[in-house]
């Protein structure tokens, strides 16, 4: 991946050496289902700018990516406001059934447990949700999902991973956790801190990037740099990231990402207090409330090593959709192609009882025809669809005409 140019000038061999530094992250890419499902969001100017904005000593774009790299915060708790608006409409009650369908599938295939981490944590990438994180060191790990009348948690603690549904009191437990990046909170697929998207989203800066330094902000009561990453290129969905970094620690406080079309946040993800003192070491301890259905999972070590061995892929032409057949484009004009080896495009029907779903999805979308035939294209504000009626996907933040020319390529 080529070094990505910054506003204030770095040059891009001392860029490309601060990434090659950093630690591993995965690229800044959301997951996309047949409605299309993605993550962006801002006002940048709005959501930071105030009167009472810290007086910091001056720092360059590269400094500020060099101080996010070198964060090593071991302990820490707080919380943690995340909020996704991607532009869907309201389903109502055929949104309620599908959501349960999709949770009972979930249930099914991984460990037939509402507790499980793989498929309770999906709910944040939609609607606005309340998170605690507590860290402490490598292998003691906290996140809380708050709601209205219950409480989610996912605990590490050592090789120990409990996870407690209150809502169903159903809890589920596996061993041999693997290695965490410190201050991790939860599982290293889901993303639920700043940290966890500012990392992603400079993994995914490139030469097609525009990286300054945008200012100062009060975040959690914490003084902070505000970095800015845009992209040069037209045609794509995505506007601005905006990264608050805490000005002692390095560690993100704030990230912020808005589509081109300006308007409110896709994604806002905030801490809203947070401290770096040593959590409780009763903070890490859980023993399942009496009466509880404890559902044992797999060994979390052979997923992880599992999990590493798709993350080799996925830099190698796989991306977190499945296994591309080809990538159009580059940077933040990418777009993926996947052959289904279905015809007919979105099925209208079948004996599972699935047709007015399927139906419901082809309302959503936009028709289209073009020279590859026709095919329907399902929007976000940030990620877009084109499933053709000869079995292909493409893919990506960019423009439905992006898509359609693409398709119309053949390629």
């Not at 990505?4 to 000038?9: L, P, R």
């Not at 808005?258 to 070491?281: E, I, M, N, R, Y």
């Not at 796989?318 to 996947?338: C, D, L, Q």
């Amino acid at each position: 991946m080529a070094p990505y140019e910054s506003d204030d000038s770095t040059p891009a061999r001392e860029v490309e050496d601060v990434r090659d530094g950093r630690r591993r992250a995965a690229r800044y890419v959301v997951p996309v289902t047949v409605v299309g499902v993605a993550a962006a969001t801002i006002g940048l100017v709005p959501a930071f700018a105030g009167s009472g904005d810290p007086d910091l000593p001056k720092i360059s774009a590269q400094q500020l990516i060099e101080k996010i790299a070198k964060s090593d915060v071991q302990q820490m708790s707080g919380t943690v406001t995340i909020s996704t608006d991607l532009g869907l409409p309201n389903l109502g009650g055929l949104e309620d059934s599908l959501a349960s369908g999709a949770l009972s599938q979930g249930e099914q295939g991984k460990g037939g447990s509402a507790a499980n981490p793989s498929s309770k944590l999906l709910e944040l990438a939609s609607g606005t949700h309340t998170v605690r994180v507590a860290a402490d060191g490598q292998d003691k790990q906290k996140l809380s999902l708050i709601e209205k009348a219950a409480e989610y948690s996912v605990i590490r603690n050592g090789d120990q991973v409990w996870a407690y549904d209150s809502a169903s009191n159903q809890a589920y437990h596996a061993t041999g956790a693997g290695e965490h990046k410190s201050g991790e909170a939860a599982p290293k697929d889901v993303p639920a801190t700043p940290r966890d998207f500012a990392d992603q989203a400079l993994k995914a800066a490139d030469k097609t990037t525009s990286v300054a330094v945008d200012g100062t902000a009060q975040v959690a009561g914490r003084d902070a740099y505000k970095l800015l990453i845009r992209p040069k290129q037209s045609g794509t969905t995505v506007g601005a990231i905006s990264i608050a970094v805490d000005a002692k620690t390095g560690l993100p406080l704030k990230f912020t990402l808005t589509p081109a079309k300006g308007g409110a946040a896709v994604l806002d993800v905030g801490f809203t207090q947070v401290s770096f003192a040593k959590p409780a070491a009763s903070t890490f301890d859980f023993t399942p409330p009496k009466g509880t259905k404890v559902t044992q999972g797999d060994d979390l070590k052979a997923g992880h090593e599992g999990a590493g061995r798709e993350a080799q892929h996925k830099d190698t032409g796989g991306t977190p959709w499945g296994s591309a057949s080809k990538t159009i484009g580059e940077g933040w004009n990418a777009i993926y192609v996947f052959d289904t080896g279905s015809k007919g495009g979105v099925p209208s029907g079948s004996p599972s009882g699935e047709g007015a779903a399927s139906g419901f999805l082809n309302s959503l979308g936009d028709h289209v025809t073009g020279k590859f035939g026709s095919g329907t294209v399902f929007s976000t504000r940030l990620v877009n669809a084109l499933i053709t009626d000869n079995g292909k996907v493409y893919a990506g933040a960019v423009t439905k005409d992006a898509l359609v020319k693409a398709a119309n390529a053949g390629k």
